[in-house]
């Protein structure tokens, strides 16, 4: 079974920076497009960043120049770089891949847990 485990979460001040993990787990056959996301308290989930297997990468407007997304294929992971964080970053933050599972199998689109980043203004 795959699973997506996140870290590095937590509180930092205004203009700090934080660094987010995101690990996949499991018996799988090749990991495809992985991506952050993030849900605000009484917010919709909205993409944050996302990374193609061949490192393309896309970033929502309000995150560009201050957030990178990153990922190494030898470890199964993903990364997410915050850097110059605004009270308006506060959020939960999940990981988000898609997986196919075996090599005649469909991609499958897995989510973390969620890793909660506050920053104080």
């Known amino acids: 079974q795959v699973q997506l485990v996140e870290s590095g979460g937590g509180l930092v001040q205004f203009g700090g920076a934080l660094r987010l993990s995101c690990a996949v787990s499991?018996?799988?056959?090749?990991?495809?497009?992985m991506g952050w996301y993030r849900q605000a308290p009484g917010k919709q989930r909205e993409l944050v960043a996302t990374?193609?297997?061949?490192?393309?990468?896309h970033y929502a407007d309000s995150v560009k120049g201050r957030f990178t997304i990153s990922r190494d294929n030898t470890k199964n992971t993903v990364y997410l770089q915050m850097n110059s964080l605004k009270p308006e970053d506060t959020a939960v933050y999940y990981c988000?891949?898609?997986?196919?599972?075996?090599?005649?199998?469909?991609?499958?689109?897995?989510w973390g847990q969620g890793t909660q980043v506050s920053v104080s203004s």
């Open positions: 988000n891949a898609d997986v196919r599972t075996t090599a005649w199998g469909p991609q499958i689109n897995y």
């Open positions: 499991g018996t799988f056959f090749r990991i495809y497009a």
């Open positions: 990374i193609t297997s061949g490192g393309n990468t």
